[in-house]
């Protein structure tokens, strides 16, 4: 049973299940991430503080949920519940979670539904004790895990199958409890090679921390070294730098990390095959991490230029969409010689609610995250720097909006190709059917969003930019070539028909 750090029983306060497949979630916002993952060995260190900064600098990548599990050597405890990091913790639930092993997570859900039976890290039983789990993905053979798992004499009791209600997550703790193994690290050993998708995977045990990563390391993983001589796994750099460790390398693609008082040991389930996820550079990551050797900033900068060589055009302004648009709107103000300017302004404190607005407040929703400067957009011939069009419905109220104030001329400009194709590893991407490129000519989407002019960066630039090769990358939401085969039940999603424009 989860327990709070005073030893109560932790019921959840939000009804529900997760779900098994891929949960396209409704309403109108970018592109979102399927979570963060932290873990800390350090004895002597205060991991469960470490874990809740490494966290809070892992929150753009899930808002809905956030825990923390800690080990002392004989237990461990986790405390977790829906919100963001600072509405979970505070000083007292920190302070009772004592030990020198922690795991953290922070949600975004794309398989299993948005409640607290779904928030990480996950408990399970095993043979050698007790397992807790953070995943930072989306996994596309889920029904055979769950045969597997059944196919288990009484393993699939663990689980609330109820309709076939599960998240791969859930599964994955389930099986690393398998019988007839030595020791945890024989069980991972194993079952890692039976796991198709992306994955970035950090457990623990009583004694040790783990970390894995998918054989095409779709999504990133990176292990730091303490001052003190602990260690540090994290999905991005920047999460190493606010706890103060430093950076040693990237987990590799198809690794295994185990992690003890004896130091870090490798252990390679499959061979490597990278195809790390472009969206990462385009979006997913804070602009102060570094993927691949490559800086994200120096990146989203560069696709800025590129785009403003590609997409030129008079105007007066270049304004970014805050923030994920600003380094790209900076390098296309640097590239075109137009000044850039803030022109909106964003709320820094909007996170998720569970408040659901009327269809009217839900229409000027994106009032709530930003607001015009009208002194400086008035009268202005304007560029508008944006990461991405998914559906299209955020560019087309933030150029109604931008109108509204006075601006004189809206060009939109994108850092990124069209997106075209749903994503299976851990992305929200809708069916094709709702994307705004597909089954439209871009003059088409251009009218739609209510711009002056439209342009997105090629493929080739963008790739440029990350100074990554192609065959490294993966880019199947802009071309619908998949590194890994999508889920079979949802297949489906490819053939949708385009919406009629």
């Given at each position: ?20 497949g ?10 979102q ?8 060995f350090?004895?002597?260190?205060e991991?469960a ?10 929150q ?10 800690t ?7 986790v ?19 004592q ?7 922070t ?25 807790a ?8 053979n889920?029904?055979r ?8 004499e009484?393993?699939a ?12 997550t ?6 690393l ?5 030595e ?10 090679p ?17 970390a ?6 779709i ?9 003190s ?10 999460a190493l ?15 295994m990390?185990i ?21 990462e550079?385009v ?6 991490t570094?993927i691949a050797?490559?800086s994200?900033?120096?990146a989203r900068?560069?696709?800025?230029r590129?785009?403003?060589?590609e997409h ?5 302004l270049v ?11 900076v ?5 075109s010689?137009?000044?850039f300017?803030?022109?909106l302004?964003k ?9 659901q607005p ?6 000027l929703?994106?009032?709530?995250k930003?607001?015009?400067?009208r002194e400086?957009?008035?009268g202005?011939?304007?560029v ?5 069009i998914?559906?299209g ?6 150029v ?6 006075g ?7 994108i850092?990124s ?7 299976f590893y851990?992305i929200?991407?809708?069916?094709r059917?709702?994307?705004?490129a ?10 739609s ?10 493929l ?8 990554q ?12 070539t998949y590194?890994v ?5 949802a ?8 919406a009629?424009?």
């Amino acid at each position: 049973m989860t327990r709070r750090p005073d030893g109560t029983p932790l019921t959840p306060r939000r009804g529900g299940d997760g779900m098994l497949g891929h949960e396209l979630m409704p309403g109108e916002k970018g592109p979102q991430d399927a979570c963060g993952v932290f873990g800390v060995f350090g004895p002597g260190e205060e991991v469960a503080k470490l874990s809740y900064f490494g966290l809070y600098a892992l929150q753009h990548r899930g808002q809905e949920s956030a825990g923390i599990a800690t080990s002392n050597g004989d237990s461990i405890l986790v405390f977790k519940d829906m919100g963001l990091v600072s509405q979970v913790f505070d000083e007292g639930s920190l302070e009772a979670l004592q030990g020198h092993i922690a795991v953290g997570h922070t949600r975004y859900s794309t398989t299993g539904a948005s409640v607290w039976a779904n928030a990480q890290p996950t408990l399970g039983p095993t043979a050698h004790g007790t397992v807790a789990l953070g995943h930072n993905g989306n996994l596309t053979n889920v029904q055979r895990l769950l045969e597997l798992l059944i196919e288990r004499e009484g393993m699939a009791k663990r689980l609330d199958l109820k309709g076939g209600k599960c998240t791969d997550t859930a599964i994955v703790t389930a099986l690393l409890g398998s019988d007839g193994y030595e020791s945890l690290e024989d069980v991972a050993i194993d079952l890692l090679p039976s796991l198709e998708g992306a994955y970035s995977l950090v457990w623990m045990d009583e004694h040790k921390l783990y970390a894995a990563r998918d054989p095409q390391g779709i999504r990133p993983l990176v292990l730091g070294e303490l001052p003190s001589g602990g260690w540090v796994v994290a999905s991005e750099t920047a999460a190493l730098d606010i706890v103060g460790a430093r950076q040693e390398r990237e987990v590799e693609p198809g690794e295994m990390l185990i992690i003890d008082e004896s130091g870090v040991r490798s252990r390679r389930f499959a061979e490597a095959d990278p195809k790390g996820c472009i969206f990462e550079y385009v979006y997913l990551a804070r602009p102060d991490t570094t993927i691949a050797g490559r800086s994200v900033q120096m990146a989203r900068l560069e696709m800025g230029r590129a785009l403003a060589k590609e997409h030129p055009v008079e105007a007066d302004l270049v304004i970014p969409v805050p923030e994920s648009g600003t380094p790209a709107a900076v390098g296309y103000a640097q590239g075109s010689g137009i000044p850039f300017a803030q022109g909106l302004v964003k709320n820094s404190y909007v996170g998720r609610t569970f408040i659901q607005p009327s269809q009217t407040l839900r229409q000027l929703g994106i009032r709530l995250k930003l607001n015009p400067l009208r002194e400086v957009i008035a009268g202005k011939r304007l560029v508008v720097v944006d990461d991405s069009i998914v559906r299209g419905n955020t560019q087309r109220a933030l150029v109604a909006m931008l109108r509204e104030a006075g601006a004189a001329e809206v060009h939109v400009r994108i850092s990124s190709p069209p997106v075209q194709w749903p994503c299976f590893y851990g992305i929200d991407f809708p069916t094709r059917d709702e994307l705004a490129a597909v089954g439209h000519t871009m003059e088409e989407v251009r009218l739609s969003i209510g711009a002056d002019s439209l342009g997105h960066i090629s493929l080739e630039g963008m790739l440029a930019a990350t100074e990554q090769a192609e065959s490294r990358l993966c880019t199947a939401c802009f071309t619908g070539t998949y590194p890994v085969e999508p889920p079979v039940a949802a297949r489906h999603l490819l053939l949708s028909q385009p919406a009629e424009a």
